[in-house]
């Protein structure tokens, strides 16, 4: 009877499905609006703002694909998220590794200093990193003056993930590798990093759709031809504000990439996600 009772609130009961099924529609819902309305002319959505394409039409993702601001953008975006994931990602699993092997005064303190970080977003900070950004490092408007302070706000989930995995790795593994004349910069790059490759796929692709996202930072940092997608997904929605259907078909291209990214990897992601709560 017990278990009757507790069955549709447990893993495949009628009340988890339905659970998920409207989490499914809230999420994907907007993005099947937008994608659908790229196919549509504005005298549809304007008809009919909830119907489908009818007929379907391909001039709205065309004008996105061959306009070269559009290309321009993306080719921004990739940079700066790219560097944000190296630096975010290298830098992490350096200050993981020690936090997770080695016996220190104040350790557990430090790692807490990373927890703390999850708690501040960019935007708490945001004026004094302006004005360190573009004063103090001359680096307003370049790739590297967006991506460091965005990396380094990425740099507290990073830890978090990665330090329960390198604490699993065993030590019989890491005494081995020393028997064997290993040092220690040799177990980190041959022993820990190769068995911790679920987290740091996590971690990586965390970091890239974070920063591929990221509209505050580079909206104050990056001005004409420096500019990123979410940028100018804003630029074409004023300079285009009468072409709604244009402006979800290049709101739609916008998202592609982080979206293949996340579908990809997605298992990865889940089991680099399990292995740091387990830890």
Excluded: H
């Amino acid at each position: 009877m017990r278990s009757r009772a507790t069955r549709p609130f447990g893993s495949g009961g009628p009340l988890t499905y339905v659970i998920a099924l409207v989490v499914v529609a809230l999420t994907l819902g907007p993005v099947l609006y937008g994608a659908l309305g790229g196919f549509r002319s504005n005298g549809q959505i304007a008809d009919k703002p909830a119907g489908l394409p009818d007929p379907w039409l391909l001039r709205n993702y065309e004008g996105v694909v061959t306009n070269p601001d559009f290309w321009r953008y993306a080719f921004n975006s990739t940079m700066i998220a790219l560097i944000t994931t190296a630096v975010a990602v290298i830098c992490g699993v350096m200050a993981a590794y020690p936090l997770a092997r080695y016996q220190f005064k104040f350790r557990e303190s430090l790692f807490m200093v990373f927890v703390l970080g999850l708690l501040f977003p960019a935007a708490v900070a945001i004026i004094p990193l302006f004005i360190l950004v573009t004063r103090d490092l001359q680096l307003g408007n370049t790739w590297w003056g967006v991506a460091l302070p965005q990396a380094a706000f990425a740099l507290p989930i990073t830890v978090v993930i990665l330090r329960p995995f390198l604490m699993a790795i065993p030590k019989e593994l890491e005494e081995a590798a020393t028997i064997d004349g290993a040092s220690r910069i040799g177990i980190f790059w041959w022993l820990a990093i190769p068995l911790s490759k679920p987290a740091l796929i996590t971690v990586g692709v965390l970091a890239f759709v974070g920063s591929w996202n990221a509209y505050l930072l580079p909206l104050l940092l990056l001005q004409s031809e420096m500019r990123t997608l979410p940028l100018g997904v804003a630029d074409y929605s004023t300079q285009y504000s009468a072409d709604t259907a244009g402006v979800f078909a290049f709101t739609t291209i916008s998202m592609i990439p982080a979206l293949i990214l996340f579908l990809a990897l997605q298992r990865r992601i889940v089991g680099g996600l399990q292995g740091a709560v387990k830890g």
